[in-house]
């Protein structure tokens, strides 16, 4: 609580908090002060409580807002295609695998760069179908290239040895390493392109120029007709070396055959641990998760009071909260719906514009908050075809239909499959996440006076944020952990 003496501290603190110049936004609602003698959001008031406290804590102030950096030549087409991957985000969790009582977890980015190569040898009607559903009419042929800038923000950055302020001689430092110690990255992101291609198939050098270029992909020849089933067993150890052996067998038995002529991969890992870990002495055994108003299970609940972004979104009936990775490269967003059984309701507001909202606002601010998260673990696997179908994607999968001759020059080719495959793991240290998508083409025949609480015991949405970019590399629902 703040005291009389503190009272002009206090005030100053808001007026740094709202005099702040506006960040640039995507349209949509915005949730900042418009005047700081009467502030009124654009989404609705706040709590009086919570207004009150916006004026009078000294503590709520502690970090100026992180603005993206550029990771584009071109930002109008970076900023493109960043809302086309978002965008892709929500239309394939709203329209194709939400479900109330299930667990929701894959990787748009590693989806949509997949569909990107393919989209690379697609033509005519085939091309106009794909833009629709990726939200690539901005971009057109500009998507390769910024694709490019992107992958390459997104590397994890170069190790250093933690070296805590000493200085250490040449011969300690070799000492240090022939013992053992190694440089230690902030976080792991790790991102791999291949395509596997039937050897004797005479594919387009236009097209693999764009695939070695842009999506920086090694490309394997192989004999698809001679043994399928070593070549597939070989993908699916490429995928386990490239995710750190979390997504095993992303291809299953009987997938490829004779027909089989091309197979792009992606594969992206991430490992981050929290600015401001979970201790595990807090974490709480046993704990109820309402599931429903009925239904509930019982589970670990890892608790931490510290400070972070958290807002309240009155027009969704729920909160957003940001929990950075060290660093504050990445973040996990958090969606907690007010009401135990809001998640559906959350769902069904959530567009993109709101989306695209959160990923540029919810930064830097923070306040004290007690917040509860479930320590959980998730593994899916998903055959996209049908989703991907009911998006629009239609001609893509149709043999006789298909039109992909900017990959072999002729129209035999039609994608059969599109496989992903994401496993996520949070804990009190940070967060483990991998995926890996296959498209595999054949030939015809992602302190208040009262401290506020964000209690994550009911299901909610949550995806991790690339906060140079503000792409969305990961989401997810927690329905049950």
């Not at 002009?8 to 005047?35: I, N």
């Not at 694709?147 to 805590?164: D, H, I």
């Not at 958290?310 to 907690?336: A, F, R």
Request: proline share 5%; net charge neutral; hydrophobic share 40%.
């Amino acid at each position: 609580m703040v005291t009389t003496g503190n009272k002009s501290q206090a005030q100053s603190a808001f007026q740094r908090y709202h005099l702040k110049p506006p960040r640039p936004t995507p349209s949509g609602p915005t949730f900042k002060c418009a005047d700081i003698s009467k502030p009124v959001w654009s989404h609705g008031p706040l709590p009086d409580k919570l207004l009150l406290v916006r004026r009078l804590d000294t503590r709520m102030a502690t970090q100026a807002p992180i603005l993206p950096d550029s990771c584009f030549k071109d930002h109008a087409h970076g900023e493109s295609l960043v809302k086309a991957i978002n965008h892709f985000a929500l239309d394939l969790y709203q329209h194709t695998i939400k479900s109330e009582r299930k667990n929701v977890f894959f990787s748009p980015l590693s989806i949509f760069t997949a569909l990107s190569m393919t989209y690379g040898g697609s033509r005519d009607l085939t091309t106009s179908e794909m833009e629709e559903v990726m939200h690539l009419a901005p971009l057109n042929q500009n998507i390769h290239c910024t694709f490019k800038e992107l992958l390459g923000s997104l590397k994890s950055p170069s190790p250093q040895l933690n070296m805590k302020g000493k200085i250490y001689s040449k011969e300690e430092l070799i000492d240090m390493m022939k013992s053992g110690a190694r440089p230690s990255a902030d976080y792991q992101l790790n991102m791999a392109n291949k395509i596997y291609a039937k050897d004797d198939h005479p594919f387009l050098q236009d097209f693999i120029s764009m695939i070695q270029t842009d999506y920086i992909a090694d490309i394997e020849k192989v004999n698809f007709a001679k043994d399928a089933e070593a070549i597939r067993q070989n993908i699916n150890r490429w995928v386990e070396a490239e995710t750190a052996n979390k997504i095993k067998d992303l291809i299953p038995g009987g997938v490829l055959d004779a027909l089989t002529c091309l197979v792009l991969i992606n594969a992206i890992y991430f490992k981050g641990d929290w600015a401001t870990k979970f201790k595990r002495y807090n974490t709480e055994n046993d704990v109820d998760f309402h599931i429903s108003d009925t239904n509930k299970v019982k589970f670990d609940m890892m608790n931490i009071n510290s400070s972070f972004y958290m807002e309240s979104l009155p027009d969704l009936k729920s909160k957003v909260l940001e929990l950075p990775y060290i660093n504050n490269k990445l973040s996990m967003i958090i969606l907690l719906p007010d009401e135990k059984n809001g998640i559906s309701e959350l769902e069904n507001k959530l567009s993109i514009d709101i989306l695209q909202t959160i990923c540029y606002q919810v930064r830097g601010w923070k306040m004290e908050v007690d917040v509860s998260l479930p320590r959980f673990k998730m593994e899916q696997s998903f055959d996209l075809g049908n989703s991907l179908t009911t998006l629009g994607m239609k001609q893509l999968f149709q043999e006789g239909s298909a039109d992909l001759s900017g990959i072999n020059g002729t129209k035999e080719l039609y994608v059969s499959k599109v496989l992903h495959k994401a496993f996520v793991e949070v804990n009190e240290e940070g967060s483990e996440a991998a995926a890996a998508t296959a498209v595999v083409c054949q030939l015809q025949c992602a302190r208040f006076n009262i401290t506020p609480t964000f209690r994550c015991d009911h299901p909610f949405i949550f995806f991790i944020r690339d906060n140079r970019s503000n792409a969305i590399l990961f989401m997810g629902k927690l329905a049950t952990p």
